[in-house]
C-alpha cells in the first residue's frame, strides 16, 4: 500500500530582501514519516516550517498540504514554534494556553465544548503537566512551557506536525519521554522536526534530510557524507543511527 | 457627596464616570497585555482630529471622533501590519498628524471654539444626556463584541503566530481591537479628555495585572478600579474645586504607585 501523501514542495524558493533564504527545495512528505532535518543556524530551517504553514509566502514555487494551499489546510497542521514570544507576566493558565490549540476547530462565537475540554485534559496527561494546568504559563521552566506547547500543538489534532528545535529546552531525561510519545504519533500522521544540532536527531527518526538554502534527501535514512559536509561547509563525522552495529566515518 | 447628588450635573457626571470605567477596564486590559499602550495613545491623539471636524461640520465634536478614530485605528494598524514602517514611527506620524488636522480644521471655524479645552483635558460635570446615551451604547458594543470573541482575543493577545496557525483571522482581528480602542476613546473623552485617555487605558488594568492571572478576573478588577477612581477623583475635584479630569488621573497614578508597594509587600509576606 502507498502511503497517503500529506505534504509536497515543488521548487519552492524564499528570498528575504532579494537574498535567497531556500533554493529550489522539493520533497514530499508521507504519513508514517518522521523526518529529522538537520542544517546550521541560517540554514532556512525556520523559514522552510514557516513556508509549509503558510505564515511567509515563497517567491518561486508550489506547496501542497493534503492536497491544498497552506492556508486553507493549516487546521491539519500543528506547530511547535523555537521559541514562543510572550510575556512572561500574561494572565493565563497552562490550561488557557492548551486550549487554544481548539481554536481551529471551535466555533466562532461560541465557547469551548465538553469534547475540546476533554482533549485539553487528555494532553496535558500525555506530556505529563496535568498537575501544572492552573499555573501561570510564565513561570513554569522553559522545559515545562516546551511540554505545555507540544500539548497545544497535540490538540489541534494535526495531520502533520512541524516542530523547530523542540527539545531545545528540555531536560534530556525528558527527551526520551517526548521523543517515544512523537514516534508513537507517526503511526498516525507525519511529523517534521528541524534542529541545528546533529546529536539532537535521535535514533527516533525514520527520515533524516539536511538543509542549507538547499536540501539534500533521499526520502531515506541515509545521508551521504559529502552532502553533510556540504551543508555544513565542514568535515563532519558521522555517526549512523538506529544500525545494530554504529559506523564511524573517517576524515578523509 | 450625598448632597452633590442632588445636582442633576453631578448624577451625569457619576453615570458618565461609570459607563467610562466598563469600557476603559474592559478594552484596557487588552491594552496593557498585548502591549500596545501607545498605538492607543496614538489613536486617542489622533482623534483630536476628529474633535476639529465636529467643530467645523457644527456638529456635536464627540461624534466627529467615532468616525476619525475608527479610521486612524485602521491606518496605524494596517501600516503597521502591512508595511515595512517600523510600528513606533507609524504611531508617531499619525499622533502628529491627526492632532495638526484637527488644529487646522478649529482654525477653519469661523468664530472661537468653546468648550475646546473640555475635550483636550475632561469636562465630566458638563456631560449632557445625548454624550450619555451614545456611551451607554458603545459599552454595550464593545462588551458584545468581546464577549463573542473571547477566546479568539485572548490568543491574539497570547501569541498571534500561532492564532494565525490555528486558523484565527489575526490580522483583522487585531484591527478590530484598534477600532474597539478608538470607541474606548470615544467614550472617555468627556471623563478624562483626549491627552489624559490613556491614562485611563492603562493604570487600571496594569494594577488588576499585578493582583490576578485570569484575564476574566483582570477586567472585572479593571471595571472596579477605574469606578473607584473616577469616583474618588470626581469627588475630590468637586470639594477642592479642582479640574476634574486631572484629578481622576491624579488618583489613579497614586493609587498604582500605592499598589506597588502593596504587592511588594504582599510578595515579601507570602514568601
Not at chain 2, 502591549?35 to 491623539?45: D, N
Not at chain 2, 494596517?78 to 506620524?93: C, M, N, Q
Amino acid at each position: 500500500m502507498v502511503s497517503q501523501e500529506v505534504a509536497s514542495l515543488k521548487d519552492v524558493w524564499a528570498h528575504y530582501d532579494g537574498v535567497p533564504a531556500l533554493e529550489g527545495i522539493t520533497f514530499s512528505i508521507y504519513k508514517n514519516d518522521f523526518l529529522g532535518i538537520i542544517g546550521p543556524n541560517g540554514g532556512g530551517k525556520t523559514t522552510l516550517l514557516k513556508i509549509m504553514l503558510g505564515l511567509i509566502k515563497p517567491t518561486k514555487g508550489e506547496i501542497r498540504i493534503l492536497g491544498d494551499t497552506p492556508d486553507k489546510q493549516r487546521k491539519f497542521v500543528g506547530y511547535i514554534p523555537q521559541h514562543s514570544l510572550f510575556d512572561r507576566d500574561f494572565p493565563a493558565s497552562v490550561w488557557d494556553v492548551v486550549l487554544m490549540g481548539r481554536l481551529g476547530h471551535a466555533r466562532r462565537f461560541k465557547n469551548y465544548t465538553d469534547a475540546d475540554r476533554e482533549i485539553t485534559l487528555n494532553a496535558l496527561k500525555t506530556v505529563g503537566m496535568l498537575e501544572l494546568k492552573e499555573s501561570q504559563i510564565g513561570r513554569l521552566s522553559g522545559g515545562q512551557q516546551q511540554r505545555v506547547f507540544l500539548a497545544r500543538a497535540l490538540v489541534t489534532e494535526p495531520k502533520l506536525l512541524l516542530l523547530d528545535e523542540p527539545m531545545a529546552s528540555v531536560d534530556v531525561a525528558l527527551q526520551t519521554g517526548l521523543y517515544e510519545l512523537l514516534e508513537r504519533l507517526t503511526q498516525r500522521i507525519a511529523i517534521v522536526m528541524v534542529s541545528h544540532d546533529i546529536g539532537a536527531i535521535s535514533i527516533h527518526v525514520n527520515k533524516i534530510a539536511c538543509l542549507n538554502r538547499k536540501l539534500f534527501y533521499h526520502n531515506s535514512k541515509e545521508i551521504l557524507p559529502e552532502e553533510l559536509e556540504e551543508t555544513y561547509k565542514c568535515p563532519v563525522q558521522l555517526i549512523a543511527h538506529g544500525v545494530p552495529h554504529r559506523v564511524l566515518k573517517k576524515h578523509q | 457627596m450625598i448632597e452633590a447628588l442632588q445636582y442633576e450635573f453631578m448624577r451625569n457626571a457619576l453615570i458618565a464616570a461609570m459607563l467610562a470605567s466598563v469600557a476603559c477596564g474592559i478594552v484596557g486590559v487588552y491594552v496593557v497585555v498585548k502591549r500596545i499602550v501607545f498605538i492607543s495613545g496614538g489613536i486617542a491623539h489622533a482623534a483630536f482630529g476628529g474633535i476639529g471636524l465636529g467643530y467645523f461640520l457644527g456638529i456635536n465634536p464627540v461624534l466627529g471622533v467615532l468616525p476619525f478614530g475608527i479610521a486612524s485605528a485602521l491606518t496605524i494598524g494596517l501600516v503597521s501590519k502591512r508595511t515595512k514602517l517600523p510600528e513606533d514611527a507609524a504611531i508617531g506620524i499619525l499622533w502628529a498628524t491627526g492632532m495638526a488636522l484637527g488644529v487646522i480644521f478649529i482654525s477653519l471655524t469661523p468664530g472661537y471654539a468653546p468648550d475646546l479645552f473640555g475635550y483636550l483635558f475632561g469636562s465630566i460635570l458638563t456631560v449632557p444626556l445625548s454624550d450619555i446615551i451614545l456611551m451607554l451604547v458603545l459599552d454595550l458594543v464593545i462588551i458584545l463584541v468581546i464577549f463573542l470573541l473571547y477566546k479568539e482575543f485572548l490568543s491574539l493577545s497570547f501569541d498571534e503566530e500561532f492564532a494565525t496557525v490555528v486558523g484565527v483571522p489575526a490580522q483583522r482581528l487585531y484591527l478590530l481591537l484598534l477600532c474597539l480602542i478608538a470607541l474606548t476613546v470615544v467614550v472617555l473623552i468627556r471623563v478624562v479628555g483626549i491627552i489624559l485617555v490613556i491614562t485611563l487605558l492603562t493604570i487600571p488594568a496594569a494594577i488588576s495585572k499585578q493582583f490576578t492571572h485570569s484575564l476574566k478576573k483582570m477586567m472585572f478588577l479593571s471595571v472596579l478600579f477605574s469606578a473607584a477612581f473616577t469616583t474618588c477623583g470626581l469627588w475630590l475635584s468637586y470639594s477642592l474645586d479642582l479640574p476634574s479630569g486631572a484629578t481622576i488621573v491624579l488618583v489613579s497614578g497614586i493609587c498604582f504607585l500605592i499598589s506597588l508597594f502593596i504587592r511588594r509587600f504582599s510578595v515579601a509576606v507570602f514568601r
